[in-house]
Each structure stands twice: as structure tokens, then as C-alpha cells.
């Protein structure tokens, strides 16, 4: 399936489905210089897949996890496309999950000021998220995502077979997010995700979670606005995510981070469908270091932060929180 994200002179295709990986020449010129990137979590055979059809490939695998997404780890990309001689008219491919997606369209993002850029998402998260949209960046100084650009992709092949070697506790964390998306915008994919029991049945959730993604990301491409209803979640999450690192995942914190901003009924059934994956809904955490997070996050504003509310699923509001009532909410998923 094509999903078109229209962003003027910065648009592209998205192509969903089985075996793509084999069948990439169709999707995209590999006739030209291409670096691979990828790192030493995803099985190798994916990056190989991906080289075996290239006229002149470069592999860079990384090391797994977020120290990757580093200056080091730019550092390291740039050398070698400059010493591979890459030129403007050549390409980056970024096969993995969040991670090498974010670092390898950064450094496609610098290397001359730009050059092709194709992400390959082989996490759950990085298919229904991080790898539409067009955020880039790396971490540095201590800071998540601190630098980094908005650098459109030329185009995103979701093949689902990548999923099957993904440990289940990131196909969990992964979905995560959407049903971030489904909760806010779609009730009735809140529903299917409701009725999927098996990693199959995500296969078409996760391609409606990605054009929900699309059409925020067309209609907010810089995140002035609506996008900012994707943060469902994640001011909470941010601090749980401070207070519990790295013990959780981030699509973790979300979840928990989701359970107070919604009301008694739809908390309930997101609890329940929480539990079904295996999420937290509750987790033993230091309230106080968490604040500090938030407090930290949102630097400058005044004593509220807008947070976004889902009074019933598939409808959001935003509503003004003062940092005491962010505090109660954090002691309402305080447990073990
Ligand atoms: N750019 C954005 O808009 C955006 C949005 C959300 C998150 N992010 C970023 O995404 C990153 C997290 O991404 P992630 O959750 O995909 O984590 P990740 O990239 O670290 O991948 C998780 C783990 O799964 C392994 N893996 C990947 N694909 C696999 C496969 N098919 N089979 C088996 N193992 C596989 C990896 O090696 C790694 O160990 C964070 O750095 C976060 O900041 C970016």
C-alpha cells in the first residue's frame, strides 16, 4: 500500500506491505553510491538484503542503543561518505529502528547540504513514528535530540516481515504510540488495536496509525501547532522517563504518562489494553525527580504547561496543568 505525504517540494511516498525489502528497486534508484546504516541489534541479513541490490554499497553498523545517536556517531557517518567519495547525487539508507533512522537522516541532512535520504524502519516505533515527519537528530551534552533538522525523507519502505525478529517488549513499547495516535484521532482503530492479539493483526494498524501520522505531519509540518497533539502522553512520560531510566523504554513511560490525562472510562479500557501487552500502568518511581524533569522540559513557561486531554477516545483537549496538579497526576501511576 502507497501512502502519500504531500509536503509541497518536500513530498513522498510511503510504501506498506510484505517483502518489500526484496523488492526495493522498485521503490527507489539503488544505482548510485548508497550507505547503509544500521546497527548491531537488527539482524544483518536486512542491511545485506538491502546491499545485494545496490551497484556500489557502503555498510556502517553501529553499535546498539542511544549513545549511538551521538556527535561520535555523525562524526563517524560523515567520514565515511566523505572518504567513500559519496557525491550530492548519491544516497543514505537507514535500516534499524529509531535510532539509526535519526542519526542517518542527520547526517544526510549535513553531508553537502543534503543529500537522498530513504529510511527503512524496522521497529514498531520507527515505522508508526519516528520515521515519519521528518525529524532528525542526534543527542548531545546530555540533551535527547538537542540538535538536529527537519530533513524529509525521499521515501519510507514499511516492510511488516522485519517484525517478526523484533523482541516483543519493543512491538509493545512501539505500539505505544499508536495508540497515542488511535486515542486522540480514531476510535475506531482504538478499537482494532483493542482486538489485535497477534503481531499480524498490527500489520493494518499500523499503516492507519501512519496515515493518521501523515495528515498531521501535512497539515503541521514544523510543529507550530497540531502536531503537538502527538505529545499525548509524553509530559508525563518525559518525567517517568527521566525518573526511570534506562530500567523503562520510552514508549513505557508514555503509557503511564497517558493514564492520567484522560478521563476514569477511557483510562480503564487503556489500562486494559495496557496489561495485554505487558505495559506498566503503574511503576515504582521517584516522583520528585520526575517533577524536576517537567519542571526542566518546560523551562520559561509560566507556572502551566498545556498538556493534551482525552475526555473520550478518538477526541482530544488541551488543557492549562499548574506543576502541583502534574504532581498529583504522577502519584495516580505511582505502584509496582
Ligand atoms: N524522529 C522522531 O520523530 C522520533 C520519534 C520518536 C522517537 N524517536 C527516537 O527513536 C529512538 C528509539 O527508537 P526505537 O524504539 O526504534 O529504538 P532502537 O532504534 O534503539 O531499536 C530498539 C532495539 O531493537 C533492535 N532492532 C531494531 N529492529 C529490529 C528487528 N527488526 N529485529 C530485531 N531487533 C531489532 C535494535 O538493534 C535495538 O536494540 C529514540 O532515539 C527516540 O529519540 C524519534
Known amino acids: 500500500m502507497k501512502i502519500h505525504v504531500s509536503l509541497q517540494e518536500n513530498s513522498y511516498d510511503i510504501e506498506t506491505g510484505n517483502g518489500l525489502l526484496t523488492h526495493l528497486p522498485d521503490y527507489i534508484d539503488l544505482n548510485r553510491k548508497v550507505m547503509i546504516v544500521t546497527d548491531a541489534g537488527v539482524p544483518a541479513q536486512y542491511a545485506q538484503t538491502v546491499a545485494d541490490r545496490c551497484l556500489e554499497p557502503v555498510i556502517e553498523t553501529l553499535a546498539v542503543g542511544e549513545d549511538s545517536k551521538s556527535l561520535q556517531g555523525f562524526t563517524r557517518l560523515e567520514e565515511s561518505l566523505l572518504t567513500h567519495d559519496f557525491s550530492r547525487k548519491d544516497l543514505v539508507v537507514a535500516v ?124 503541521d509540518e514544523k510543529e507550530t501547532g497540531l502536531r503537538k497533539v502527538l505529545n499525548f502522553g509524553h509530559t508525563l512520560g518525559h518525567g517517568v522517563e527521566a525518573a526511570c531510566m534506562p530500567a523503562l523504554l520510552h514508549g513505557e513511560c508514555v503509557a503511564l504518562g497517558m493514564l492520567p490525562m484522560c478521563a476514569p472510562s477511557v483510562r480503564t479500557r487503556l489500562c486494559d489494553l495496557l496489561r495485554k501487552w505487558d505495559l506498566h500502568t503503574a511503576y515504582d ?39 502541583d496538579s502534574l504532581k498529583e497526576a504522577l502519584l495516580t501511576i505511582q505502584g509496582s
Open 285 to 323: 518511581f521517584d516522583t520528585d525527580l520526575a517533577m524536576d524533569a517537567i519542571r526542566h522540559d518546560k523551562k520559561g513557561n509560566s507556572g502551566s504547561v498545556t498538556t493534551v486531554y482525552v475526555e473520550q477516545i478518538g477526541a482530544y483537549e488541551m488543557r492549562e496543568s499548574d506543576y
Open 96 to 219: 534499524g529502528g529509531g535510532v539509526v533512522g535519526d542519526l542517518a537522516g542527520f547526517a544526510a541532512a549535513c553531508y553537502m547540504r543534503g543529500i537522498d535520504f530513504v529510511n527503512i524502519p524496522t521497529t514498531v516505533l520507527s515505522q508508526v513514528d519516528s520515521s515519519i515527519g521528518g525529524k532528525c537528530a542526534i543527542n548531545f551534552c546530555g540533551v535527547k535530540n538537542i540538535v538536529g533538522a527537519f530533513y524529509q525523507p525521499k521515501a519510507v519502505i514499511i516492510d511488516h516481515d522485519v517484525l517478526k525478529t523484533l523482541p516483543r517488549r519493543h512491538v509493545a513499547n512501539g505500539l505505544v504510540e499508536a495508540i497515542k495516535m488511535a486515542a486522540t484521532f480514531d476510535a475506531a482503530l482504538f478499537e482494532e488495536i483493542e482486538r489485535a492479539k497477534e503481531l499480524s493483526d498490527l500489520y493494518p494498524v499500523i499503516a492507519r496509525a501512519i496515515d493518521l501520522k501523515r495528515k498531521v505531519v501535512e497539515e
